[in-house]
């Protein structure tokens, strides 16, 4: 499955929009883009998933652009409470027990 | 609908000590995951089920057994725990393959300490 990076770490603060860019070049046709957040000691949480162009829903926003080689995930108006890690994950769907999930990127949101 | 559950929540166990993480599921989903997370990693796949009575290795399977002997219900088994299994343990379950159904619901996690 397509390797994917993502920034270790990133700060905002109350109020802003956040882009968490994620690159994965050697995304295949059939590729989906999958973001997952996680809190603190507790299990991931599905965000958003998307194919191309945009999608959005009532959390996020998922930015691909035509090559699909990366894509961005953009949350709205953040809260301290969207302090988290946010996972990249890209494969076709049905492919849960493929994916890889890396070390994500870890969103801090000061006041 | 409580989603997925796991249990214990903690449990510390000694070298060689053997137990069960019981992870259970009332969304009816067909697929169910077994992963560990260590300190700033991300998850790894240890087994996996795509039903009821199936069940198949992933990324790292040594010294981890499963069963899923009911739909709701996939079992993780440690038979001689090691000092290299301390980990934050995750179940997950997801209802089918297409867009929307694939979607993994994951429980709280189990904190494991092996001494």
């Known amino acids: 499955l397509a390797k994917t990076t993502q920034p270790i770490s990133m700060d905002s603060y109350e109020g802003q929009e956040v882009n968490i860019t994620c690159s994965h070049n050697?995304?295949?046709?059939?590729?989906?883009i999958t973001w997952y957040q996680q809190f603190p000691s507790q299990g991931p949480r599905f965000i958003i998933q998307?194919?191309?162009?945009?999608v959005t829903n009532e959390v996020a926003s998922l930015f691909i652009p035509a090559d699909r080689k990366s894509s961005t995930l953009s949350l709205p108006r953040v809260s301290l409470s969207d302090t988290a890690v946010y996972y990249c994950l890209v494969g076709p769907l049905g492919s849960n027990y493929q994916l890889i999930w890396g070390a994500g990127t870890k969103l801090i949101i000061k006041p | 609908n409580a989603g997925v559950t796991q249990t214990p929540k903690f449990r510390v166990l000694k070298t060689g000590q053997s137990m069960t993480l019981l992870c259970a599921q009332d969304m009816n989903h067909e697929y169910m995951y077994w992963y560990r997370q260590d300190p700033g990693m991300g998850l790894r796949l240890i087994h996996y089920?795509?039903?009821?009575?199936?069940?198949a290795k992933g990324e790292v399977p040594d010294g981890y057994n499963v069963s899923r002997l009911k739909k709701q219900n996939f079992l993780l088994g440690l038979e001689s725990a090691a000092p290299s299994q301390t980990s934050v343990y995750f179940c997950a379950s997801s209802f089918g393959q297409a867009a929307d159904t694939d979607t993994q619901y994951f429980g709280p996690g189990t904190r494991l300490t092996v001494l």
């Open positions: 998307g194919y191309k162009t945009k």
């Open positions: 050697n995304i295949a046709t059939n590729d989906y």
């Open positions: 089920s795509v039903g009821e009575g199936t069940t």
